[in-house]
C-alpha cells in the first residue's frame, strides 16, 4: 500500500523537477528581487516597496501598462478572436475551393515570424514602401511615416498581431465547429432558421466556452510577446509603443536595471495570475 | 474470432520485440562509439569553424533591399589540449573581411603564444544580451569586444571591470588622444575615473556624396556653404528624379539617430559635460540645442530628407545610399564606402567620395568620434592571458594589419599602426579612407558623450536625444519645449544617479 502511494511520485518526479527549477523558482526570484535594488553584478540590497513606489509613479511604465492591457491584449486580442470566430464559420460552411481558401487563411500563420515583421515594417516604409509607393502613384498622397506617431505606429502592431495570428485560432474553432452535432443544425434548418439565428442559438453557446478559454489563453501569451513590438518598433516612437514585455528588456539589457525589470512584471502578477485561475477554472469547466 | 484477435497480437509482440532489439544494438553501437571517441588520443590542433546563417545586406539599385542568408563565421576555436585557453566574446561586423581580420589575429595569438582562443562572434544586441546574463551567473568571458557604448560604461560603473590603467600607462605615448579621453570610465563602487576600457577602434562622423547626384566632386568644409551645396543639389539634380538630396537619420531607434544629433548639436557648440562635470542648463547650450532641434527639424520639413528618417533604423541610410535614393548622407565609419569597396570598385574610387564633417556654424571645429571598447573582467578566469591577448593585439606589428583588414571602416588608434601602413591610409587616389583618417587626426576630435560617464549611455540607450526632432515634428511642440525637456531629462538622470 505504502508502495503504491509512493512509486506514483516517482514517476513525476522528472517534470516535477523542471518545474521548479524553470517556473518556480524565476518565479520566486522575480518576486524576491522585486523587493531590492539589484544592479547588475552587484548584490541586492533591501529595499522594500521602493521600487514598486517608484515604477507606479513613472509616467512611462503608467502608459505601458495601458498599451499592455488596453490597446494590445484587450483590442488586438478581441478583434483577432472575432475575426477568427468569424472565419472559422465561413470555412466550416464553405464547400466549394475549401481547401484552397483553408490554405490561404492560414498562410500567415505559417510564415517565419522574424521574415513577417521585417517585410511589414517595409511594407509600411515611406521611402520604399509598396503601400506608400501605391498611394503616391494613384492617388498622389505624400508619404505618411506611420511608425512616427504612437496611434499609426500602435496601429499597425495591432493590424500585424490580427494578421499573423487569426490563422491559428481559426484553425482551433474550426476543429471546434466541427465537433458540434450536425444535426442540431439540419432541424434548425428544417424549422426556418436564418444563419443569424443558427449562430445566435446554437453555434454561439456551443462555442462559448472554448472562445472564452481561447481568449484568455491569448491574453496571456500576447502579453508575454516580446518579438513584435521589438522588432517593428523597439518601443519608439519616444518609447510610447512599449509593452511590458520590451519595457522590462530596456530596465534589464540596456540599463543594467535588474530589479527594476523584475518589478515591473511584479506588479501585474496578481493579475496574470487571476486570469490564469480563471482560464483553469474554464478549462476545468469545459472538459466536464 | 478470438484466433484472429491472438494472431494480432503476437504480431504486436514480435514488432516490439523487433524494435527493442534494434533499439538495444542502436544503443550499444552508441556506447561503443562514445568509448572509442572518449579513449582516443587528443586531435592535433586544427581549426574548428562553425558557420551559422546570418542576415547580410544585398542592396540592388532599385530602391529595393533584400535581405539573405549567408554564412558568417560565428564560433572560432583551435583545441589545443595542452596550452591554457581563453574566451573572447567579440560583436560581428559588418562586412565579412572583418571577421575574417579577426580571426587571422587570433590564429596568429595562438601561433605566437601557444595559448587557445575560443572567440564567439555576437550581433551587438546578443552581446548585451549575453555579458549581462554572464554577470549575473559569475560566467565571465575573458575578454570583450563591443560596439554598444553604454555596455562598458554599466559594467565598469558597478565595478566590474579591471582597471587597465598601467597597460594604457604603457602605450600612451602612441594612442591617438581622443581615444584616451573614451577610455576613462566611472566607477562607482570605489568613486574613482579610470582606464576601464580600451577602444580598440575609432572612427569619425563622416559625409559621403554621390557625385552625379549631389553635382560636385568635394563638399565644402563651411557649415553655410556646405548645406547650401546640399539644397541645391536637392534642388536642381534629386528632386526631378523624385529622390533627396541627404539622408540624415532622426529616428529614436538604434545608434545612428543619436550620432546624428549630437554631430549636429557639437557643430552648434553643445558642450554640456565639459571636464566631465555636468553643465547642460548654461544659456548657450540651451542655445545650442535649440538650433539643433530647429535645425534639422526645417531641413526635414523642407523635404530635404526622405519622409522615412525619422523611423530609419541604423542600415537604413546605408541602404538608401545604395539604392541611391539619396545624394549623400553622413554616418560613422566607412561603412558605406567599404560596402562599395567590396561590391564595386568603379563606385569606390570614381562615382562617390567622403567629406568630413563640416565646421559648425559658429566655428567649432569639433569632429565627433567613436570609441569601440575592448575590456576584460575583473573576475574573469584568465585574466593573466587576457591581458596577454590585449598587449599582443595592441602591439603595432600585429594590429596594422588587423585593422587594415576592416578596409579602413575604423581608425587605429595607435598613431604608429597609421605609419605601419602608410600607403594604406594615406592613399592620395583614395577618397574615403584618407578623409576619415585626416578627421581623427587633424581635427580636435570629441568622443560621443555616451563614451564619458555612466548617465549619458544610459540616455543615449534610451534615445531621448533624436526623440526631440521626433516630437517637434509628430506632436506640434517647439523646438524650446523640446530643447527644455531634453535638458530636465539630463538633469534629472544625473540627480539620480548621485543620489542611488
Request: hydrophobic share 45%; aromatic share 14%; proline share 7%.
Amino acid at each position: 500500500m505504502k508502495k503504491d502511494s509512493v512509486i506514483p511520485y516517482f514517476f513525476i518526479l522528472p517534470i516535477m523537477t523542471l518545474f521548479f527549477l524553470f517556473i518556480i523558482y524565476p518565479l520566486f526570484i522575480e518576486i524576491i528581487y522585486s523587493f531590492f535594488n539589484k544592479k547588475l553584478g552587484l548584490k541586492p540590497v533591501f529595499v522594500g516597496f521602493d521600487n514598486f513606489v517608484k515604477l507606479t509613479n513613472d509616467p512611462l511604465y503608467i502608459h505601458t501598462l495601458w498599451n499592455t492591457f488596453v490597446p494590445w491584449c484587450g483590442v488586438a486580442v478581441n478583434i483577432k478572436m472575432l475575426l477568427a470566430l468569424l472565419f472559422a464559420n465561413y470555412l466550416a460552411e464553405t464547400t466549394r475551393f475549401r481547401r484552397v481558401i483553408r490554405a490561404i487563411i492560414l498562410l500567415p500563420w505559417a510564415l517565419p515570424l522574424i521574415t513577417c515583421l521585417s517585410a511589414w515594417r517595409w511594407i509600411w516604409d515611406p521611402d520604399w514602401g509598396v503601400i506608400n509607393r501605391a498611394l503616391q502613384t494613384f492617388f498622389a498622397c505624400p508619404p505618411l511615416p506611420l511608425f512616427a506617431e504612437y496611434k499609426s505606429a500602435f496601429g499597425l502592431i495591432i493590424l500585424f498581431h490580427i494578421w499573423k495570428w487569426t490563422p491559428f485560432w481559426t484553425l482551433i474553432f474550426l476543429g471546434g465547429l466541427q465537433g458540434l452535432p450536425p444535426s442540431l443544425y439540419e432541424s434548425a434548418k428544417i424549422d426556418g432558421a436564418g444563419r443569424f439565428e443558427i449562430f445566435k442559438y446554437i453555434t454561439w453557446p456551443l462555442i462559448k466556452p472554448l472562445y472564452i478559454i481561447c481568449t484568455l489563453l491569448s491574453m496571456v501569451w500576447t502579453l508575454g510577446d516580446f518579438t513584435t513590438v521589438w522588432v517593428l518598433t523597439q518601443g519608439a516612437p519616444a518609447e510610447s509603443t512599449h509593452v511590458l514585455a520590451t519595457l522590462a528588456y530596456r530596465y534589464a539589457f540596456l540599463h543594467g536595471d535588474l530589479s527594476t525589470a523584475y518589478t515591473s512584471f511584479t506588479i501585474i502578477l496578481p493579475l496574470v495570475l487571476g486570469m490564469i485561475l480563471i482560464l483553469i477554472r474554464k478549462i476545468e469547466g469545459f472538459l466536464k | 474470432m478470438s484466433g484472429e484477435k491472438k494472431e494480432e497480437k503476437m504480431d504486436r509482440r514480435k514488432y516490439i520485440k523487433y524494435i527493442g532489439a534494434g533499439a538495444a544494438i542502436a544503443a550499444a553501437a552508441a556506447i561503443g562509439y562514445g568509448v572509442s571517441e572518449l579513449t582516443k588520443p587528443p586531435p592535433k590542433p586544427t581549426t574548428v569553424v562553425t558557420t551559422v546563417p546570418a542576415p547580410t545586406t544585398i542592396v540592388t539599385t532599385v530602391p529595393t533591399v533584400i535581405t539573405v542568408p549567408t554564412p558568417v563565421v560565428t564560433t572560432y576555436s583551435t583545441p589545443s589540449p595542452t596550452s591554457r585557453r581563453i574566451t573572447v566574446w567579440w560583436t560581428t561586423m559588418y562586412l565579412a573581411a572583418e571577421q575574417l581580420a579577426t580571426i587571422q589575429a587570433v590564429r596568429e595569438f595562438e601561433k605566437q603564444t601557444g595559448i587557445g582562443v575560443d572567440i564567439t562572434f555576437f550581433t551587438e544586441a546578443g552581446l548585451v544580451e549575453k555579458v549581462t546574463t554572464a554577470v549575473e551567473g559569475k560566467k565571465f568571458p575573458d575578454i570583450v569586444l563591443t560596439h554598444m557604448p553604454f555596455l562598458a560604461a554599466n559594467i565598469a560603473v558597478n565595478g566590474l571591470l579591471e582597471d587597465l590603467t598601467s597597460f594604457v600607462n604603457e602605450i600612451k605615448n602612441d594612442l591617438l588622444p581622443p581615444v584616451l579621453e573614451a577610455s576613462l570610465q566611472f566607477n562607482k563602487v570605489e568613486n574613482k575615473w579610470s582606464y576601464y576600457a580600451i577602444p580598440l577602434l575609432t572612427d569619425a562622423y563622416n559625409v559621403h556624396f554621390w557625385k552625379d547626384l549631389y553635382g560636385r566632386d568635394s563638399a565644402p568644409t563651411d557649415w553655410e556653404e556646405f548645406w547650401a551645396s546640399v539644397k541645391e543639389a536637392h534642388n536642381k539634380i534629386c528632386k526631378p528624379k523624385g529622390i533627396y538630396g541627404y539622408g540624415l537619420t532622426m529616428s529614436d531607434l538604434q545608434t545612428d539617430g543619436y550620432e546624428a544629433f549630437h554631430a549636429i548639436s557639437k557643430s552648434f557648440g553643445f558642450d554640456p559635460f565639459p571636464e566631465r562635470k555636468l553643465a547642460i542648463d548654461t544659456p548657450s547650450n540651451r542655445k545650442a540645442l535649440i538650433e539643433t532641434i530647429e535645425f534639422a527639424t526645417s531641413l526635414y520639413r523642407q523635404g530635404l530628407f526622405p519622409p522615412g528618417v525619422i523611423t530609419w533604423k541604423n542600415p537604413d541610410n546605408n541602404n538608401a545610399f545604395h539604392s541611391r535614393i539619396i545624394a549623400g548622407t553622413s554616418n560613422h565609419t566607412l561603412s558605406i564606402p567599404a560596402y562599395q569597396y567590396e561590391n564595386n570598385k568603379d563606385n569606390y574610387y570614381n562615382k562617390m567620395f567622403t567629406s568630413v564633417w563640416p565646421i559648425g556654424p559658429y566655428g567649432d571645429n569639433r569632429v565627433q568620434l567613436n570609441a569601440r571598447h575592448i575590456f576584460i573582467f575583473k573576475d574573469a578566469p584568465n585574466k593573466d592571458l587576457a591581458l596577454k591577448f590585449l598587449s599582443f593585439f595592441l602591439t603595432p606589428e600585429n594590429y596594422a594589419p588587423y585593422v587594415k583588414g576592416y578596409i579602413g571602416r575604423f581608425v587605429p588608434i595607435l598613431k604608429s599602426a597609421l605609419e605601419i601602413d602608410k600607403d594604406f591610409w594615406y592613399n592620395p587616389k583614395d577618397p574615403n579612407i584618407p578623409v576619415q583618417v585626416e578627421a581623427v587626426t587633424k581635427r580636435k576630435g570629441a568622443p560621443l558623450l555616451n563614451t564619458l560617464h555612466p548617465v549619458w549611455a544610459k540616455l543615449d540607450a534610451d534615445n531621448i536625444f533624436p526623440r526631440a526632432w521626433i516630437k517637434v515634428l509628430t506632436q506640434n511642440i517647439t523646438p524650446e519645449q523640446a530643447a527644455d525637456e531634453l535638458i530636465a531629462q539630463v538633469k534629472k538622470a544625473f540627480e539620480e544617479f548621485y543620489r542611488a
